[in-house]
DNA sequence: TCTGGGGTCCTAGGACCC
DNA sequence: TCTGGGGTCCTAGGACCC
């Protein structure tokens, strides 16, 4: 058995450890650049918002009642570590899936003692964290998203729900569940699905695995599987380095400059060089990718792409960025005002495993090597001494690029110069 | 004025090989 | 009238997740 454990509102509920008043508000929490709303208390759903709702699309009595925050990632990262290391209490096979949910499995535990063990799992993690959670009991992981959503749904099940594989209990679930609410089946595969007659998650349990896999996808054939019990997705583990590795931004405000861009596109590129060292790995190849804003109809349209390969894998920041304003280079275009960009490390492999050119040369080594300590001291100085402190290029002000997060919390958790603001009342 | 950011997996189809 | 058969590798794009 697996349980699928998740936290409730999750970025809401760090938010409300830290500050009680927020307690029985309407309370959301926006995406960078205080886009869109992404996490809602349910106070907030109740107002009729929705996921992913654009902040300035809001009624203004919604806006007016509700309490919305910037988000504070610094914040829900450690939030989401403590969570873990209290479900670690309790197996030692746990597997985090996102920032604020993880499967912990529980194969080789007596089958009596699993649903009170979760019990006392939910009880800890929120008496030590504070974050309230919900935990979903099955054979599959399919199955366990499915029981999480009831143990959140049915205030009957306080926050525990088990699903087994058999039984007319499961049946009525699987019928009452239609077949997008499902992990993994979306709009698209949904209306397809109704298509040919299969509209609820127990009709799927009933197909042919065969012959969804013919019509469909080795993707959908799995679900059928775990449907009925059996085991069918692997999740892929999420300490192996990442094969690749993107860092964009929308701006704060439209631009056309392309001086601006190239600015954007620096700073993308500095943060993705770091992500890629602290991962140990290097890339093959940069992509550069730019758009104007879709949703302004009336404004001509236009994005590209363009990737250039790096002469050798490599994660020296300033060899990403030749390769990089070379990519820029050619995909801008004058007369456009651009909303977006964005830097994306391609075939990353790991500097261990690096593959040797037969050409190399003693002085090749050399200058990798002091590209390695120079990267190295670069590292520690914007981490000790704060992002930014060495950079490419200089700033300028009034970047067109610069996020808005006009009501981010402090970082309770991770900044001591933040949380004496807090107590000092400053 | 204003609509996020970061990932993964799978498939189809083209290029190429013998 | 008529132009093989079987592979591999790569890429772009679709679909999905949180």
Redesign the pocket.
């Known amino acids: 058995m697996i349980a699928l454990v998740d936290g409730n509102s999750f970025y809401v509920s760090c938010e409300r450890v830290f500050d009680p008043r927020l307690e029985g508000r309407a309370v959301g929490v926006l995406?960078?650049?205080d886009?869109?709303v992404?996490a809602r208390s349910h106070e907030l759903k109740a107002l009729g918002v929705a996921m992913?709702a654009?902040?300035?699309?809001l009624p203004p009595a919604v806006r007016r009642q509700a309490v919305m925050l910037s988000s504070n990632y610094a914040l829900y990262g450690d939030m989401s570590r403590r969570v873990n290391q209290v479900l670690g209490e309790f197996s030692p096979d746990v597997e985090p899936?996102?920032?604020?949910?993880s499967f912990v499995g529980f194969s080789g535990f007596p089958e009596g003692e699993l649903e009170p063990r979760c019990r006392e799992l939910r009880d800890t993690v929120g008496r030590w964290t504070g974050i309230p959670v919900g935990v979903g009991l099955a054979p599959t992981r399919t199955l366990a998203?499915l029981a999480n959503r009831l143990a959140k749904r049915e205030p009957a099940f306080e926050g525990v729900c088990r699903l087994d594989a058999e039984g007319e209990a499961t049946r009525r679930v699987l019928e009452a569940c239609p077949v997008d609410d499902?992990?993994?089946?979306?709009?698209?595969?949904?209306e397809r699905l109704a298509l040919m007659g299969i509209e609820n998650a127990w009709q799927l349990r009933e197909a042919d695995p065969r012959w969804v896999r013919s019509r469909f996808?080795?993707?959908m054939e799995r679900m059928v599987w775990e449907l009925r019990g059996r085991p069918a997705i692997v999740l892929?583990d999420m300490s192996e380095p990442?094969?690749?590795?993107?860092?964009?931004?929308?701006f704060g405000?439209?631009t056309g400059e392309r001086h601006e861009l190239e600015a954007a596109m620096r700073q993308h590129c500095a943060r993705a060089g770091e992500?890629l060292r602290r991962q140990g790995s290097l890339a093959q190849a940069v992509q550069v990718f730019v758009r104007t804003?879709p949703?302004?109809a009336g404004e001509p349209q236009y994005r590209n792409a363009a990737?250039v390969a790096l002469p050798a894998p490599s994660a020296d920041s300033r060899e990403l960025l030749a390769a990089a304003s070379r990519a820029l280079a050619a995909i801008y275009l004058e007369g456009y005002r651009y909303?977006?960009c964005?830097v994306m490390l391609l075939d990353l492999v790991d500097v261990e495993r690096r593959q040797a050119s037969l050409l190399e040369t003693p002085e090749d080594d050399a200058r990798r090597a002091r590209s390695q300590r120079l990267m190295a001291a670069l590292d520690r100085l914007n981490r000790e001494m704060g992002r930014d402190t060495v950079r490419f290029g200089l700033p300028r002000r009034d970047n067109a690029w610069k996020?808005r997060c006009e009501r981010r919390t402090p970082r309770y958790t991770t900044s001591w110069d933040e949380l004496m603001r807090v107590k000092t009342g400053r």
């Open positions: 995406s960078n650049n886009g869109c992404v992913g654009p902040l300035h699309l899936y996102s920032i604020d949910e998203k499902l992990w993994g089946v979306a709009r698209r595969s949904a996808s080795v993707v892929d990442r094969r690749r590795l993107l860092v964009s931004r929308s405000r439209l992500k804003n949703f302004l990737v909303q977006k964005g996020l």
